[in-house]
């Protein structure tokens, strides 16, 4: 079993920035890649960022590219997403994924653990 809470959601003027924080415990954190997904109001569950296991490798939605970063401490067993020139279109529950393998997928259902998940709203 693989434990994530996320944390650093919360309300924000566009344009401003927020870091989010998905802390891990459980078994080997190394093992997993990382993943990043958010669902807003009246919408399906989207893929926004993910990482590999060594950090060597990460992959973004297009609609962050640019503007998101993310970056893993496997020593911290702590996955963070750095979140610039934040839009109103941002808003959603942004949710924390690992997936057993140490390669990372856009696509959720290959994703094994989840986070509870944490607002993030950008207001106009």
């Known amino acids: 079993q693989v434990q994530l809470v996320e944390s650093g959601g919360g309300l924000v003027q566009a344009g401003g920035s927020l870091r989010l924080s998905c802390a891990a415990s459980?078994?080997?954190?190394?093992?997993?890649?990382m993943g990043w997904f958010r669902q807003g109001p009246g919408k399906e569950r989207e893929f926004v960022a993910a990482i590999s296991w060594s950090g060597g490798n990460t992959g973004y939605a297009d609609s962050v590219k640019g503007r998101f970063t993310i970056s893993r401490d496997n020593a911290k067993k702590t996955v963070y997403l750095p979140m610039n020139s934040l839009k109103p279109e941002d808003t959603a529950v942004y949710y924390c994924?690992?997936?057993?393998?140490?390669?990372?997928?856009?696509?959720?259902?290959?994703?094994?653990?989840w986070g509870q998940g944490t607002q993030v709203t950008v207001s106009s």
């Open positions: 459980g078994r080997t954190f190394s093992n997993y890649a």
């Open positions: 994924a690992a997936r057993y393998g140490g390669t990372w997928s856009r696509e959720a259902s290959t994703y094994n653990y």
